[in-house]
């Protein structure tokens, strides 16, 4: 006779204080350690990519002040325009574009902002390009 013949028919035991884990719960258990909580991400921000912003010079900022005006001008036939914006990186130096199409709802001039007809705001400071029928006839001169 065995050593454990006694006790080797016996049904497994189940906790009725304690529930069964789940094999993915018992699966961690036996995972790698990571002794540096946070590092992995700490590593990919570092090497994720920022763009800088740049100085526009004077003749650049007089076209977006004319194309602007535009935009008043014409906010009532609900002008169609594609802006190409800054937006700076909450988390480190830099930021990046982004460029928004559509029609233009209203041009706050006391909160200096654009609002499109998707509720999008942009900053008029931040603001790198505008395009758009409206200002075609600006374009061709320049």
């Known amino acids: ?19 069964q884990m789940t094999a993915a719960d018992r699966a961690a258990q036996f995972s790698p350690f990571a002794a540096l909580t946070g ?13 800088r912003k740049p100085e526009l010079d004077e003749n650049k900022k007089e076209e977006l002040d ?34 928004v199409s559509g029609i233009v709802k209203k041009v706050d001039e006391r909160e200096h902002l654009i609002i499109m007809e ?5 900053p008029f400071h931040e603001i790198y390009e505008i395009r758009g029928s409206f200002a075609e006839s600006i374009d061709e001169i320049q």
């Open 1 to 19: 006779m065995g050593q454990y013949d006694d006790i080797i028919h016996l049904p497994h035991h189940v906790s009725a204080r304690h529930p």
């Open 39 to 51: 590092y992995e991400a700490a590593i990919a921000e570092t090497a994720r990519l920022t763009e």
């Open 66 to 99: 004319i194309k602007l005006q535009m935009i008043r001008e014409h906010l009532s036939m609900k002008p169609e325009a594609a802006i190409t914006y800054f937006v700076p990186d909450s988390r480190k130096a830099g930021g990046s574009y982004l460029q």
């Open 118 to 122: 998707d509720g999008t705001s942009i």
